[in-house]
T-cell receptor, first 110, second 119 residues
C-alpha cells in the first residue's frame, strides 16, 4: 500500500513569515513529486514539481526532496493571505497514478 | 505553462438524463488523463485512468457503465455521466499527464473542474 503522509494541520502562519509543509512517502520507486494548492471549491493547481534530490526554488516557493529519507517539503517565504489554502503533496511512478497525501490546510494570519 | 481545460465549468441536468464533460490538454499531448470526483470538504477520489486509444481503467467501486470515458485523441478525454441521479452531483476534475520532459520528468496538471448538479 503506497502511502503519503503530510503534517496534519491546520497550520496557521503570520503574514510575512515562512510556512513549512512536510510530506513523507512510502514508495521508494516514486520518481516525480508534486505540490498542489487547492482553494475551497476549486481544482488543484500545480505550484511545484521536483524530481531530483535537493532544493528547487520558484519565486517564494522552495521544494526540497530527500529520496533517502523519503521526504519532500514545501517552504513558502513571505507568506501572503492569498496563500491560505489546502496544500496537497502527491507522488508518482512513471505511468502510474498520483498518490496524494491528505492535505494540509494553511491559514495565513494578517 | 501547460494548461488543461475543462468544459463546462457548471452544469445542471435533470435526473435520468446524461451529461458530458470535456477535458482538453491545450499545449501538450496527453496520452494519459485522469478523472476525479470530489465532494465538499472531502478528498479527491480517483474514478478512472483514461488512455488514448484504449479503454479506461476504472477504480474499484466506480460503475463503468454509468461513467463513460472516451479518450479519442491525444488532447481530448470526455466523461459522460449516464442516467444521472441527484447523488451524482459533485465536482468532477480531470488531470492530464505531460510527458514532454520524458517518463522520469512527467508533470500532471489539473483542469478547472466541472460542478454537476442533478435535479
Amino acid at each position: 500500500q503506497k502511502e503519503v503522509e503530510q503534517n496534519s494541520g491546520p497550520l496557521s502562519v503570520p503574514e510575512g513569515a515562512i510556512a513549512s509543509l512536510n510530506c513523507t512517502y512510502s514508495d521508494r520507486g516514486s520518481q516525480s513529486f508534486f505540490w498542489y494548492r487547492q482553494y475551497s471549491g476549486k481544482s488543484p493547481e500545480l505550484i511545484m514539481f521536483i524530481y531530483s534530490n535537493g532544493d528547487k526554488e520558484d519565486g517564494r516557493f522552495t521544494a526540497q526532496l530527500n529520496k533517502a529519507s523519503q521526504y519532500v517539503s514545501l517552504l513558502i517565504r513571505d507568506s501572503q493571505p492569498s496563500d491560505s489554502a489546502t496544500y496537497l503533496c502527491a507522488v508518482t511512478r512513471p505511468y502510474e497514478k498520483l498518490t496524494f497525501g491528505t492535505g494540509t490546510r494553511l491559514t495565513i494570519i494578517p | 505553462g501547460a494548461v488543461v481545460s475543462q468544459h463546462p465549468s457548471r452544469v445542471i441536468c435533470k435526473s435520468g438524463t446524461s451529461v458530458k464533460i470535456e477535458c482538453r490538454s491545450l499545449d501538450f499531448q496527453a496520452t494519459t488523463m485522469f478523472w476525479y470526483r470530489q465532494f465538499p470538504k472531502q478528498s479527491l477520489m480517483l474514478m478512472a485512468t483514461s488512455n488514448e486509444g484504449s479503454k479506461a481503467t476504472y477504480e474499484q467501486g466506480v460503475e463503468k457503465d454509468k461513467f463513460l470515458i472516451n479518450h479519442a485523441s491525444l488532447t481530448l478525454s470526455t466523461l459522460t455521466v449516464t442516467s444521472a441521479h441527484p447523488e451524482d452531483s459533485s465536482f468532477y476534475i480531470c488531470s492530464a499527464r505531460d510527458w514532454t520532459g520524458g517518463a522520469l520528468r512527467d508533470t500532471i496538471y489539473f483542469g478547472e473542474g466541472s460542478w454537476l448538479t442533478v435535479v
